[in-house]
């Protein structure tokens, strides 16, 4: 999804309408530097604006997505195109997703052992070491809870019975024996509890 020409089209549908960017901010009840930031290719208008957006610029999502008006003759054309990016896009960010839990969870197991292993080595028994083993025990618990929030939200678990791919809820994924990112879930489409494997696109 190439940003800068989805700018350049918002900045140029904004002036055929004769509406200044402070304008279009104000009839989407956000700041002229947000519009802005979409015309200058920094960022995408988000999903709740962007109905609006194409309803007061008189075009359509899939226009805007892509950049550029689309005709008739072309739109099923344009639509393939603009899915494929979008699934793409969505596998990337999840693999993203799966990199950095498992980044936080490497450093966070290094960050614990070398403390232990420093604090140990360096102080005698008593409230201090108690202390510091306590904390870091604790930081690296809620590491824990934060990576598998990560592994929750990037991609998929897939039914090994059924092959249904599908999201689990945080408390479902955290119940639930693993190995790695497999985790012995129920599937919602079969009903049957299988080692559902994760994968990055639907």
């Known amino acids: 999804m190439d940003l800068i020409k989805i700018g350049k089209f918002i900045s140029s549908k904004r002036k055929e309408k004769d509406i200044t960017q402070s304008e279009l901010a104000e009839k989407l009840y956000i700041t002229d530097r947000a519009v802005s930031k979409w015309e200058t290719g920094i960022c995408l208008p988000d999903a709740d604006k962007m109905l609006d957006l194409c309803n007061i610029l008189g075009i359509s999502v899939n226009e805007l997505l892509n950049?550029?008006?689309?005709?008739?003759?072309?739109?099923?054309?344009?639509?393939?195109?603009?899915?494929?990016?979008?699934?793409?896009?969505?596998?990337?960010?999840?693999?993203?997703?799966i990199t950095s839990m498992w980044v936080m969870m490497i450093v966070t197991v290094i960050f614990y052992v070398g403390i232990l292993a420093l604090a140990c080595a360096t102080l005698k028994e008593g409230p201090v070491l108690g202390t510091i083993?306590?904390?870091?025990?604790?930081?690296?618990?809620?590491?824990?809870?934060?990576?598998?929030?990560?592994?929750?939200?990037?991609?998929?678990?897939?039914?090994?019975?059924?092959?249904?791919?599908?999201?689990?809820?945080?408390?479902?994924?955290?119940?639930?024996?693993?190995?790695?990112?497999?985790?012995?879930?129920?599937?919602?489409?079969c009903g049957k509890r299988t080692w559902s494997k994760k994968v990055m696109k639907k």
């Open 67 to 97: 950049g550029e008006n689309i005709d008739m003759k072309d739109l099923n054309k344009k639509t393939d195109e603009l899915l494929l990016e979008l699934a793409k896009q969505e596998e990337l960010k999840n693999k993203k997703l």
């Open 133 to 189: 083993i306590t904390v870091s025990t604790i930081i690296v618990v809620l590491a824990a809870f934060y990576a598998l929030k990560l592994e929750v939200e990037a991609g998929y678990y897939e039914c090994k019975e059924c092959h249904n791919r599908y999201i689990p809820s945080y408390m479902e994924a955290l119940m639930a024996p693993h190995m790695s990112t497999t985790r012995y879930l129920k599937c919602p489409k």
